[in-house]
């Protein structure tokens, strides 16, 4: 009797047991197939991904050309970039030295002879659609082109896909998200799925900012420019400091200087008495008057 008691509850508790197993899987296997209807739901489809997608590109353009003058072009390619809406982000302007040489002309002075070369590098960022007007305009300053490349990357496919993949990231963070409030566990079990859900959602930023970034490229291109101008020469009399404290004048150097400098104060005796001239004349004028009262006083 007791065998068979025993046997009854044995059989009601695997009863209620598998009863629960089967009802676990069924809310599981539910949990999952909404999961894939939130994914499905949120993915376009093949059909409608075709229908959308709209070619995109980022066009990126590469030159180098000569100018007359460096810094006069740099400011017109300046000026035309902002006037059409872009703006620089590089601007490095360099002069190098290819040359120089020092000649003494006299003891105390050196003839300074350089020979350089001006260069700018810059980088500009001007809307897609005025980089035709920007170029046209930056064509004006060209004296002699090396090169010149433009080149257009077909980003629409990276853009979807960078799209579709914050999508799914944000819906796997949600799931994820859902199941910790929903569900009951450990404090392991929690903090592995907070883990999992942060690492989901910065999946999901990530991609928002490259998709940013592919929508900036595509709005506003990317020029680079080497401007340079032909190799100039420089010359300037300077300073022969090094032989400055050693210099000497001689006695022959000394007698002329002395002569030149009374000459040059005669000179300015005599140009003073010039200028003053009428003065002088009154005095003159007064004297011999003066004279010849005296000598009327004199005589008897």
Same mark, same amino acid.
């Given at each position: 009797?007791?065998?068979?008691?025993?046997?009854?509850?044995?059989?009601?508790?695997?009863?209620?047991?598998?009863?629960?197993?089967?009802?676990?899987?069924?809310?599981?296997?539910?949990?999952?197939?909404?999961?894939?209807?939130?994914?499905?739901?949120?993915? &376009?489809?093949?059909?409608?991904?075709?229908?959308?997608?709209?070619?995109?590109?980022?066009?990126?353009?590469?030159?180098?050309?000569?100018?007359?003058?460096?810094?006069?072009?740099?400011?017109?390619?300046?000026?035309?970039?902002?006037?059409?809406?872009?703006?620089?982000?590089?601007?490095?302007?360099?002069?190098?030295?290819?040359?120089?040489?020092?000649? &003494?002309?006299?003891?105390?002075?050196?003839?300074?002879?350089?020979?350089?070369?001006?260069?700018?590098?810059?980088?500009?960022?001007?809307?897609?659609?005025? /980089?035709?007007?920007?170029?046209?305009?930056?064509?004006?300053?060209?004296?002699?082109?090396?090169?010149?490349?433009?080149?257009?990357?077909?980003?629409?496919?990276? /853009?979807?896909?960078?799209?579709?993949?914050?999508?799914?990231?944000?819906?796997?963070?949600?799931?994820?998200?859902?199941?910790?409030?929903?569900?009951?566990?450990?404090?392991?079990?929690?903090?592995?799925?907070?883990?999992?859900?942060?690492?989901?959602?910065?999946?999901?930023?990530?991609?928002?900012?490259?998709?940013?970034?592919?929508?900036?490229?595509?709005?506003?291109?990317?020029?680079?420019?080497?401007?340079?101008?032909?190799?100039?020469?420089?010359?300037?009399?300077?300073?022969?400091?090094?032989?400055?404290?050693?210099?000497?004048?001689?006695?022959?150097?000394?007698?002329?200087?002395?002569?030149?400098?009374?000459?040059?104060?005669?000179?300015?005796?005599?140009?003073?008495?010039?200028?003053?001239? &009428?003065?002088?004349?009154?005095?003159?004028?007064?004297?011999?008057?003066?004279?010849?009262?005296?000598?009327?006083?004199?005589? &008897?």
């Amino acid at each position: 009797m007791k065998v068979k008691l025993f046997s009854a509850v044995f059989l009601a508790a695997s009863f209620l047991l598998t009863t629960a197993c089967k009802n676990k899987a069924a809310e599981d296997h539910f949990s999952e197939a909404k999961a894939v209807s939130e994914v499905a739901d949120t993915t &376009p489809t093949t059909s409608a991904v075709e229908t959308k997608l709209k070619r995109e590109f980022v066009r990126t353009v590469d030159a180098q050309f000569e100018v007359e003058d460096v810094s006069k072009a740099t400011k017109a390619i300046e000026d035309a970039t902002k006037k059409f809406g872009g703006f620089v982000t590089l601007s490095n302007l360099q002069s190098q030295v290819i040359q120089s040489d020092e000649i &003494p002309v006299s003891a105390d002075s050196l003839l300074l002879t350089k020979k350089y070369k001006v260069e700018n590098v810059i980088t500009l960022r001007v809307p897609n659609s005025q /980089l035709d007007t920007v170029l046209r305009a930056i064509g004006k300053q060209i004296k002699f082109i090396d090169f010149q490349s433009l080149k257009c990357d077909d980003v629409s496919l990276q /853009l979807l896909s960078t799209d579709l993949e914050r999508k799914r990231t944000a819906v796997a963070a949600n799931r994820i998200s859902k199941a910790i409030d929903q569900k009951g566990t450990k404090l392991s079990g929690i903090v592995d799925a907070e883990n999992e859900a942060d690492l989901r959602r910065e999946q999901t930023d990530q991609a928002l900012i490259n998709k940013l970034s592919l929508r900036d490229n595509v709005a506003f291109s990317t020029v680079t420019l080497k401007v340079y101008q032909r190799e100039r020469m420089q010359r300037e009399v300077v300073l022969n400091e090094a032989n400055l404290d050693s210099f000497q004048a001689s006695f022959g150097d000394k007698l002329f200087e002395g002569f030149k400098s009374g000459w040059n104060l005669l000179e300015g005796i005599i140009t003073f008495l010039v200028r003053i001239w &009428p003065i002088v004349l009154v005095i003159i004028l007064i004297i011999v008057g003066y004279k010849k009262s005296t000598r009327r006083a004199e005589l &008897p």
